[in-house]
């Protein structure tokens, strides 16, 4: 300790172990024979498992570093559900990389750095450091949805992806800069208690703080109408670097969301709730609506991420404890299943190369378990009984109905149901229509994949059959948010 600072560097351990696996994996990328560099993505995903394990160790302890980060049950949640997340991208980028890229560990490296990046925005207590870690995740990911350079469509991704990435970051950062004005502090604690009196001389400097900040992160979450990059950096982008883009992406900007505005925002909630109920109301609905138009899988899946962030911008918009934990719990059903969706699309396109929606066609004849996990995903996804989306979203609706919020329950219920049609649209390919002619033969699925998707099937049915343990273990985190 010195002067009342806490600066015990043991708190990051899990962080210096993972930019440790980051020199590893470069390294081993230079000299290991070109034949063997597909065991990098064992590599990788071990150790970020390994970092995961690691973090286990600071369950139940609250401590911070120098009040920028701190270190609690709501960290560590999120250490640990980031990097299972970058194991699971890893392990099912194997072949995709070997097949793909020239080189694979630059590929592992950004993968287990955003990592690092997405941890901090859930960790921080000031507003430099949400940023700087922000801007670690988004840099590290404009190169991965670039990463096929000899692919014209991620190039294009990739540049749309990085233009309109660093105008949100802009004005992000100019909102910051209005909320230090106001308050004199990038400290949450010290913002909030300095909004806590009368802010009617700083009124509008106020609202056009909220309003460049929630712009910012709502490009960083995909929300309406700062959606723009998303069915394209989707479709151009490597399909794991999509699969990793619709789910780490989404939890590490929802992470902070939930830190920044319960810890240094919550005291004006009224001056800006409005606007995060406008903006969840029209992402459910044009996500939803749009969604049943596409005719290629990763924009089907982009637009249906854009339905889901507004499910889950509804918790922001009546932010409490209880709304919190609902969300939180969501969106962890969320990247289960959607994670096993793109599992299924990775080994598919690993083996036929195509990924339109009719590319589907026959998939429970020639890949029988791939078919059946697609199919209870996408369940799970429309909030169907039994699986994970459905006991997860009537957490999060009822929470968001007992803030008062009626309207925005019953526009998450219509555009539930309007997800199911697109949902089935996809299933149909894979349960009715045959295989096209000459290609009856049942498909070699790698073990590997096959076990990947049931291992995240289960997970769907876990959450969906008893979520009463996991929800203790988020509702335990966030009450770290409202302390």
């Given at each position: 300790m010195t002067g009342g600072l806490n600066y015990d560097y043991s708190v990051f351990i899990p962080e210096f172990f993972l930019t440790g696996l980051v020199v590893a994996v470069v390294a081993l990328d230079l000299y290991v024979p070109e034949v063997k560099k597909i065991w990098l993505s064992y590599v990788a995903a071990a150790g970020l498992a390994a970092a995961a394990a690691i973090s286990l160790a600071w369950i139940?302890?609250?401590?911070?570093?120098?009040?920028?980060?701190a270190i609690d049950n709501y960290t560590t949640y999120f250490r640990v559900f980031f990097m299972a997340t970058g194991a699971v991208?890893?392990?099912?980028?194997?072949?995709?990389?070997?097949?793909?890229?020239r080189h694979p560990g630059e590929y592992y490296a950004l993968i287990?750095?955003?990592?690092?990046?997405?941890?901090?925005?859930?960790?921080?207590?000031?507003?430099?450091?949400?940023?700087?870690?922000?801007?670690?995740?988004?840099?590290?990911?404009?190169?991965?949805?670039?990463?096929g350079k000899y692919d014209p469509r991620s190039n294009e991704a990739g540049l749309k992806y990085l233009l309109l990435g660093v105008f949100?970051?802009?004005?992000?950062?100019?909102?910051?800069?209005?909320?230090?004005?106001?308050?004199?502090?990038?400290?949450?604690?010290?913002?909030?208690?300095?909004?806590?009196g009368n802010t009617a001389d700083f009124s509008f400097a106020l609202l056009m703080g909220l309003v460049l900040i929630i712009a910012g992160l709502g490009f960083k979450v995909a929300a309406v109408p700062f959606h723009m990059w998303t069915p394209d950096a989707y479709e151009g982008a490597p399909v794991a670097i999509t699969a990793y883009l619709s789910t780490t992406s989404k939890a590490a900007g929802f992470a902070l969301l939930l830190r920044l505005f319960g810890g240094a925002f919550q005291v004006v909630h009224d001056d800006w709730s409005w606007m995060i109920a406008g903006i969840a109301a029209a992402t459910m609905l044009l996500g939803n609506l749009v969604a049943l138009q596409q005719h290629n899988i990763k924009r089907l899946m982009a637009y249906s991420s854009i339905g889901q962030v507004g499910y889950m911008?509804?918790?922001?918009?009546?932010?409490?404890?209880?709304?919190?934990?609902?969300?939180?719990?969501?969106?962890t059903g969320y990247m289960v299943s959607n994670m096993?969706?793109?599992?299924?699309?990775?080994?598919?396109?690993?083996?036929?190369?195509?990924?339109?929606?009719t590319d589907f066609r026959g998939m429970r004849e020639r890949a029988p378990l791939l078919a059946g996990v697609l199919a209870g995903a996408l369940f799970s996804l429309a909030g169907l009984p039994l699986f994970a989306g459905f006991v997860t979203k009537f957490i999060l609706f009822q929470a968001v109905t007992n803030a008062g919020y009626f309207w925005l329950a019953g526009i998450a219920v219509v555009?539930?149901?309007?997800?199911?049609?697109?949902?089935?649209v996809v299933m149909r390919q894979a349960f009715v229509e045959a295989p096209p002619e000459g290609e009856e033969t049942i498909l070699p699925v790698p073990m590997l994949m096959n076990g990947l998707a049931a291992a995240l099937m289960l997970g769907v049915f876990y959450v969906g059959l008893y979520p009463q343990q996991l929800f203790d273990a988020v509702d335990n985190a966030t009450s770290f948010l409202f302390v």
């Amino acid at each position: 300790m010195t002067g009342g600072l806490n600066y015990d560097y043991s708190v990051f351990i899990p962080e210096f172990f993972l930019t440790g696996l980051v020199v590893a994996v470069v390294a081993l990328d230079l000299y290991v024979p070109e034949v063997k560099k597909i065991w990098l993505s064992y590599v990788a995903a071990a150790g970020l498992a390994a970092a995961a394990a690691i973090s286990l160790a600071w369950i139940n302890k609250e401590t911070d570093f120098a009040r920028i980060v701190a270190i609690d049950n709501y960290t560590t949640y999120f250490r640990v559900f980031f990097m299972a997340t970058g194991a699971v991208v890893c392990l099912a980028s194997g072949n995709l990389v070997q097949d793909k890229f020239r080189h694979p560990g630059e590929y592992y490296a950004l993968i287990i750095l955003s990592t690092i990046g997405a941890v901090g925005m859930a960790a921080s207590r000031e507003l430099m450091t949400a940023y700087l870690s922000l801007e670690l995740l988004s840099f590290s990911l404009y190169v991965l949805v670039s990463f096929g350079k000899y692919d014209p469509r991620s190039n294009e991704a990739g540049l749309k992806y990085l233009l309109l990435g660093v105008f949100s970051s802009a004005m992000f950062l100019y909102g910051l800069s209005l909320i230090y004005g106001i308050t004199g502090s990038t400290y949450y604690g010290v913002i909030a208690d300095g909004l806590s009196g009368n802010t009617a001389d700083f009124s509008f400097a106020l609202l056009m703080g909220l309003v460049l900040i929630i712009a910012g992160l709502g490009f960083k979450v995909a929300a309406v109408p700062f959606h723009m990059w998303t069915p394209d950096a989707y479709e151009g982008a490597p399909v794991a670097i999509t699969a990793y883009l619709s789910t780490t992406s989404k939890a590490a900007g929802f992470a902070l969301l939930l830190r920044l505005f319960g810890g240094a925002f919550q005291v004006v909630h009224d001056d800006w709730s409005w606007m995060i109920a406008g903006i969840a109301a029209a992402t459910m609905l044009l996500g939803n609506l749009v969604a049943l138009q596409q005719h290629n899988i990763k924009r089907l899946m982009a637009y249906s991420s854009i339905g889901q962030v507004g499910y889950m911008l509804m918790g922001i918009a009546g932010l409490s404890h209880d709304t919190a934990s609902a969300l939180v719990l969501h969106m962890t059903g969320y990247m289960v299943s959607n994670m096993a969706i793109f599992v299924v699309i990775i080994a598919w396109y690993n083996l036929t190369g195509r990924e339109e929606i009719t590319d589907f066609r026959g998939m429970r004849e020639r890949a029988p378990l791939l078919a059946g996990v697609l199919a209870g995903a996408l369940f799970s996804l429309a909030g169907l009984p039994l699986f994970a989306g459905f006991v997860t979203k009537f957490i999060l609706f009822q929470a968001v109905t007992n803030a008062g919020y009626f309207w925005l329950a019953g526009i998450a219920v219509v555009t539930s149901v309007i997800s199911l049609y697109y949902y089935l649209v996809v299933m149909r390919q894979a349960f009715v229509e045959a295989p096209p002619e000459g290609e009856e033969t049942i498909l070699p699925v790698p073990m590997l994949m096959n076990g990947l998707a049931a291992a995240l099937m289960l997970g769907v049915f876990y959450v969906g059959l008893y979520p009463q343990q996991l929800f203790d273990a988020v509702d335990n985190a966030t009450s770290f948010l409202f302390v």
